[in-house]
């Protein structure tokens, strides 16, 4: 097989480099946040951008045990309960489109409205009220806004924005989600942006593709993962989780 | 890197073999379960044999959506609707030593017995007083005994002896967990031979080292897994499944 | 929560059945093949149906320890010894649309030329020579058609077909797949089904949805995933596989 | 099924706290890192923990694109291009005793000794000398001791217990690793501490519990695997990685 070619680290025999940064330097300086950025993007981040990144990750790691992520840890724990590993991956597999996707399709829909704005020299506002108007003919949801629980306001939405502009790091992504939000209000019904709609216009504003989104969440959410894992394995019994299952399908045959 | 080698299948070009068995006078004429004692022991089944082997896999396959690995792959398929593989691979992470274990670590349990019985020249009933009484004075559970169901007997027990006997394949691995079997009820209690342990000794007697006691298991259960997959793809929505989690731990903090 | 409801598996306190059936009359009398065919159709299989799907699954379960799903199956298992389930879960998830997934998406496409078919009262021919067009157009993919290795033909193609005609099982699925290969060759140049057309059209035939040809494609290879986890675990020392890598990223900096 | 407890995470309707901290709070000012000790910890480190805890994860994300976690995850995103999740899943899995587990060994054997000195009120180095008496009887290997590459020194050891001097938070864990450090060098002959049975000295310090060692290499991995799939998605073609496989099985036979 062909030596596979990388871009990321350079692993030689006495040092190792993350993109020509030397890793020794960064152990004795830097924080994770840097280094996850710095794998992400290219370069390490200003002070400003490694806040906006910090609150993300922070905001996304664990949002409790009920979770289908750490359900499913928890579940894969319970059952084979030498391997930590199983039980995050477990976890991080029930992350899709449904549970933790909805800020790299929101991030897809800011880059769209985006381009199409600068093309057809269209102002935010009205390249929105075309976005709005089609996922309304199409019947399809808007990634990014509304949300089960917080029906009114999520509050880490408040705080998300209030760094991004206090640090001055508020662009044309949160630009045009506010533009989204007002064509929803006057098009549909006032609908509030949830939290995934503010870090997707807050990581659009960082310079990150869509797919960095969903990473991101995964990176935040194993931490919260891991903390479960060791919670169940520190205070739970093995096999302690039964779901109680309805048949509901054909009766009892005679067969064979 | 250097070739790997293998002894399994040979990828050739214009023919798949498997261990020399060409794969395509196979598909005309064996069953999968004949491939898939042939993946595992070098050769293909006895009819008697496969008779067996498709009695473990079927009463393997699926035990009820509630089940750990069950749950777990509906879970991730809830979250993560465009990937069947993640959903079925996160059924799998919940099987180890607590789920789906019980077979190979009876298999160990059988093994040891039947060396030490050679070894030290006794008989199949002072042996296994033994290991049950080291058992007791450890206090260790003995593996294939015992069901949280089946207070007093799991009718897929005298199913796997009954074919076993009558096909002429009960052998040293279900005579030493008669003996198992005579040892507990006389050291301890009466306690029933489980599904696990009948399969174990069954599949002890078709010359299986014991991880093939879990891949088997494995390969069963992944038949159901996937029906399961395919049930909640077609019937439920995705993230209809909320587990209730109560918070039991410090209060509220003033924190920075 | 409320409780599950399912019409797969009915797992009472004293018998096990599946869709109705009694799980040991089919540990007495059926094959594997029987209980997955039942599991994913909610009957069980005729002979002919039976021989069909126990050649598709032998077909489908090892190309040999270089496809992805062994390769990551034996590198998991290399640093993760202790797990099984894990190495089997690592192959899992390298099947996806590019590995494994041209089966279910064949699937599709000749579902959507049945329905064309029917819906505009067209020829299988005039039908299929429309979606060729069609994907010439977009510039995509016909999937079931070509193969890397097996530039003229694959064998297991002529198999597959020669089964499903000898048992009267060839049907509007294998027809239409008929029509799209002298579609292409007429269009656009002679290009063989390969085996994941051939199975599409048989399981079509058997009356499957699309993403159970996904599913069927998993089933069978954990049991060829399982066989390498055995041979890795028998014949293998941890940590063996090292992938050669340059690095031809950014030259080193100086950093903090 | 009863509602389940959890320690860690109030996600009530309008805040969410961890372990009693306010998540808009840690949002505004803490460090994922922060974040990250407090899920495993209890409570927020201090800036000296922080330094540690950072250069920790920052030294174990990603070790290039050769490791095995890596090259799972690459092979995966290879075959299974729509799923990150898978992707990530797969690397997760090939950590285990072999891969990235010596931390968490080193841990056990570090508290082991600990233990003992302070129950047989032993000095550290009569201590550590009973544990290399015995692992060379018992012919096992000191995890935390000895690297493939760095045959002499791993530079990344001298940065953590700097660090860990430099901030005062070498306590007995580090002192403890320093003696097994002499007796090796005595008993057997001089072989360096690696970077686990560093990070090893200075978790156990850190008051950690072994599990913790794998649990934060889980962590600090993701990070990297997160940037290889981000990497492989962007520049590499699907399913471009085939290995190079012999077959050194039985000759071909004739079968049915």
Wanted: glycine share 10%; aromatic share 4%.
């Amino acid at each position: 097989m062909e030596t596979w070619r990388t871009a990321i680290v350079d692993a030689g025999p006495d040092h190792i480099r993350v993109r020509g940064h030397d890793v020794l330097g960064l152990m004795r300086a830097a924080t994770f946040t840097d280094l996850i950025f710095l794998l992400h993007h290219e370069r390490t981040p200003t002070a400003a951008e490694r806040r906006l990144v910090d609150a993300i990750l922070i905001g996304s790691a664990d949002h409790g045990a009920g979770a289908p992520s750490c359900a499913a840890a928890r579940l894969a724990l319970s059952g084979n309960r030498q391997s930590p590993s199983a039980a995050i991956a477990a976890g991080v597999l029930t992350i899709g489109d449904e549970h933790g996707g909805a800020g790299s399709s929101c991030m897809d829909l800011i880059a769209a409205g985006l381009e199409r704005a600068r093309r057809e020299a269209l102002s935010f506002d009205t390249a929105a009220a075309r976005l709005v108007d089609e996922a309304r003919a199409a019947k399809t949801r808007l990634p990014g806004f509304g949300h089960r629980v917080h029906s009114t306001n999520d509050p880490r939405v408040d705080v998300l924005f209030g760094l991004a502009e206090e640090h001055g790091l508020a662009r044309d992504g949160v630009g045009f989600i506010r533009a989204l939000e007002r064509a929803v209000r006057e098009r549909i019904k006032p609908i509030p942006i949830n939290v995934d709609g503010a870090l997707a216009a807050i990581l659009v504003d960082l310079g990150f593709p869509s797919i960095v989104g969903r990473l991101l969440f995964i990176v935040a959410r194993v931490a919260g993962l891991s903390a479960e894992v060791l919670e169940e394995h520190s205070r739970e019994k093995p096999m302690r989780i039964r779901i109680p299952v309805e048949y509901d399908g054909v009766p009892p045959k005679d067969n064979c």
